[in-house]
């Protein structure tokens, strides 16, 4: 079992910053994958990004390359998102993702692990 506890969110301008954690803990084993989803009121939840966690290795949504930072502190088994330059587009409930997989994938049923959400709201 994995659990999940994201936080982080809150309400910025547009063209600022925001860094989002996700506090894992349990079996390791589980989280060989990682990622941040978001969904948006009446929208489909969205992979943003996505990390191997053996090796680091990112993968990005077109939406946000180039904006967007995911890291893993293992000491401290937690996950980031730094997201910089945000627009009122990236408004959503950001969500921390786990599966025990070993590879990349932006696609929510890829995960069995999930934590409750933090808010993230950005005003023009």
């Known amino acids: 079992q994995v659990q999940l506890v994201e936080s982080g969110g809150g309400s910025v301008q547009a063209g600022g910053s925001l860094r989002l954690s996700c506090a894992a803990s349990?079996?390791?084993?589980?989280?060989?994958?990682m990622a941040w989803f978001r969904q948006a009121p009446g929208k489909e939840r969205e992979g943003v990004a996505t990390?191997?966690?053996?090796?680091?290795?990112?993968y990005y949504a077109a939406s946000v390359k180039g904006r967007f930072t995911i890291s893993l502190d293992n000491a401290k088994n937690t996950l980031y998102l730094q997201m910089n330059s945000l627009k009122p587009e990236d408004t959503a409930m950001y969500y921390c993702?786990?599966?025990?997989?070993?590879?990349?994938?932006?696609?929510?049923?890829?995960?069995?692990?999930w934590g409750q959400g933090t808010q993230v709201t950005v005003s023009s």
């Open positions: 993702a786990a599966d025990s997989a070993s590879g990349l994938s932006l696609q929510s049923s890829y995960y069995n692990y």
């Open positions: 990390i191997y966690t053996r090796l680091s290795t990112p």
């Open positions: 349990g079996n390791t084993y589980s989280r060989n994958s």
